[in-house]
């Protein structure tokens, strides 16, 4: 495929300087999925930080699902768990110390009615039982994670015999209520606003378990990023490497501790704000993309388009906090940056064009086989009549910032398609 779906140059140039650190010593594929997975990782971190989207309130948490080949060069993204693994560490260690503590009470006081509370950790494995995955969330102050490097694993959990997994995996995007009633042990659970953040990975062929379908609304609520391309052989040994990375990562760790420290400890919730202008070019840009999705009648992928506005908005949330992360306390609200907000915007842009691709892989209803188009091409598509020439696809190409040599690729794709038919030299007519 000609066009390279790599995220953009520019997304780079304008991080904030932690993230600048951790995605410098990558290039390629390697540094997308650093950065995609630290900023999976980081949406888990940032207790009392909250943004108000569309009249709805929303913490920073993210679903990502990275999709490439064996031994493709994924597996780089375990570097960002350590950004909360002393996190994790601590959270779980004075969760211990409160239980023994509470456990001594009840001895003393002889009082054996005494509730102790139960163990708070910040990381779910994958492979956790269904209760405890339950009783995790519920026990969770401020989020938690689910990292997984096999998206398998989580397949499997969706399967267990009792309670709906992709449901509450739907529900908890929005921080709906959880309700949950087995027969079987006489168990209820409720979980009001919940919290969770996902970071997985996986083969072409992992995603349809998981994922099942388009029409599965947890398909739209994750941010994919997919790649076909196997990695050739680097250098593993010692002279191969300029940079510790787990040096790196753990360093940066101990400063997401300390943040979610700070954050815990603020006087008051941070509230993420755009600015006016910045709601303006993100509401202009999101009716361009639907209303061309619309009148190309890819209504399918218009849960996609809308979830990932949800899931910009909570990007550019983490980006504010980060780059804001050494101050010692917080205003009660903070305006988000230009510069994270164009690169949350173009994070977005990029993996939306992810998201369809990795739809193609999915069951198809009527055995129909997908055309996969990206964002810039139904664009494009959008605002060429039925009949048309070469001559206006440039013209309109070049209005939508599309070099001429990439809009002579789409002709040619779409032929092979059979979206357009070739009529004439340089002239087009589009195929109902």
Same mark, same amino acid.
């Given at each position: 495929?000609?066009?390279?779906?790599?995220?953009?140059?520019?997304?780079?140039?304008?991080?904030?300087? /932690?993230?600048?650190?951790?995605?410098? =010593?990558?290039?390629?594929?390697?540094?997308?999925?650093?950065?995609?997975?630290?900023?999976?990782?980081? #949406?888990? #971190?940032?207790?009392?930080?909250?943004?108000? %989207?569309?009249?709805?309130?929303?913490?920073?948490?993210?679903?990502?699902?990275?999709?490439?080949?064996?031994?493709?060069?994924?597996?780089?993204?375990?570097?960002?768990?350590?950004?909360?693994?002393?996190?994790?560490?601590?959270?779980?260690?004075?969760?211990? @110390?409160?239980?023994?503590?509470?456990?001594?009470?009840?001895?003393?006081?002889?009082?054996?009615?005494?509730?102790?509370?139960?163990?708070?950790?910040?990381?779910? =494995?994958?492979?956790? #039982? !269904? !209760?405890? /995955?339950?009783?995790?969330?519920?026990?969770?102050?401020?989020?938690?994670?689910?990292?997984?490097?096999?998206?398998?694993?989580?397949?499997?959990?969706?399967?267990?015999?009792?309670?709906?997994?992709?449901?509450?995996?739907?529900?908890? /995007?929005?921080?709906?209520?959880?309700?949950?009633?087995?027969?079987?042990?006489?168990? %209820? /659970?409720?979980?009001?606003?919940?919290?969770?953040?996902?970071?997985? #990975?996986?083969?072409?062929?992992?995603?349809q378990p998981l994922i099942q379908s388009k029409e599965n609304g947890l398909f739209s609520r994750f941010l994919f990023y997919m790649f076909e391309e196997s990695t050739g052989w680097k250098d593993v040994s010692p002279?191969?490497?300029?940079?510790?990375?787990?040096?790196?990562?753990?360093?940066?760790?101990?400063?997401?501790?300390?943040?979610?420290?700070?954050?815990?400890?603020?006087?008051?919730?941070?509230?993420?704000?755009?600015?006016?202008?910045?709601?303006?070019?993100?509401?202009?840009?999101?009716?361009?993309?639907?209303?061309?999705?619309?009148?190309?009648?890819?209504?399918?992928?218009?849960?996609?388009?809308?979830?990932?506005?949800?899931?910009?908005?909570?990007?550019?949330?983490?980006?504010?906090?980060?780059?804001?992360?050494?101050?010692?306390?917080?205003?009660?609200?903070?305006?988000?940056?230009?510069?994270?907000?164009?690169?949350?915007?173009?994070?977005?842009?990029?993996?939306?064009?992810? !998201?369809?691709?990795?739809?193609?892989?999915?069951?198809? =209803?009527?055995?129909?086989?997908?055309?996969?188009?990206?964002?810039?091409?139904?664009?494009?598509?959008?605002?060429?009549?039925?009949?048309?020439?070469?001559?206006? @696809?440039?013209?309109?190409?070049?209005?939508?910032?599309?070099?001429?040599?990439?809009?002579? %690729?789409?002709?040619?794709?779409?032929?092979?398609?059979?979206?357009? !038919?070739?009529?004439?030299?340089?002239?087009?007519?589009?195929?109902?």
């Amino acid at each position: 495929m000609m066009e390279n779906n790599l995220l953009p140059e520019i997304i780079y140039e304008n991080l904030p300087d /932690f993230l600048k650190r951790l995605t410098n =010593p990558f290039t390629g594929r390697e540094r997308d999925i650093i950065l995609l997975s630290s900023l999976g990782v980081l #949406s888990a #971190s940032l207790p009392n930080v909250f943004g108000v %989207y569309d009249r709805n309130r929303f913490s920073p948490n993210l679903y990502l699902l990275i999709i490439a080949p064996p031994a493709s060069g994924k597996g780089v993204m375990n570097m960002s768990k350590k950004l909360i693994e002393k996190t994790h560490r601590m959270i779980k260690e004075n969760s211990i @110390a409160d239980i023994a503590d509470c456990e001594d009470q009840k001895k003393d006081n002889k009082d054996k009615k005494q509730k102790c509370p139960d163990l708070e950790i910040k990381i779910i =494995p994958g492979n956790v #039982s !269904s !209760s405890k /995955f339950y009783k995790h969330i519920q026990n969770s102050n401020h989020g938690i994670l689910i990292f997984e490097t096999e998206a398998d694993t989580i397949s499997v959990m969706l399967k267990q015999d009792w309670g709906n997994f992709s449901d509450v995996l739907r529900k908890a /995007f929005h921080h709906e209520t959880v309700s949950i009633s087995r027969d079987i042990d006489d168990k %209820y /659970f409720e979980i009001s606003n919940p919290k969770l953040s996902l970071v997985i #990975s996986g083969t072409a062929n992992q995603v349809q378990p998981l994922i099942q379908s388009k029409e599965n609304g947890l398909f739209s609520r994750f941010l994919f990023y997919m790649f076909e391309e196997s990695t050739g052989w680097k250098d593993v040994s010692p002279n191969g490497a300029t940079v510790d990375y787990n040096h790196l990562f753990s360093d940066a760790g101990d400063e997401m501790f300390k943040l979610h420290e700070n954050l815990e400890k603020n006087q008051s919730e941070v509230e993420i704000k755009l600015s006016e202008s910045q709601w303006l070019k993100f509401n202009d840009t999101m009716t361009r993309v639907v209303e061309a999705f619309i009148k190309e009648k890819k209504i399918d992928d218009i849960a996609v388009l809308k979830r990932h506005g949800v899931m910009m908005f909570r990007i550019c949330m983490i980006l504010t906090i980060i780059r804001h992360k050494d101050s010692n306390s917080f205003e009660n609200s903070i305006i988000c940056n230009d510069d994270d907000f164009d690169c949350a915007l173009n994070i977005i842009k990029s993996t939306i064009d992810h !998201s369809i691709r990795v739809s193609s892989l999915l069951n198809i =209803p009527n055995g129909k086989k997908e055309k996969f188009l990206t964002v810039r091409e139904i664009l494009l598509l959008a605002e060429l009549p039925n009949d048309f020439e070469r001559k206006l @696809a440039i013209e309109k190409g070049t209005n939508l910032n599309i070099p001429e040599r990439t809009i002579d %690729y789409f002709l040619k794709r779409w032929i092979d398609n059979e979206i357009i !038919s070739k009529i004439a030299n340089g002239k087009f007519k589009k195929k109902t």
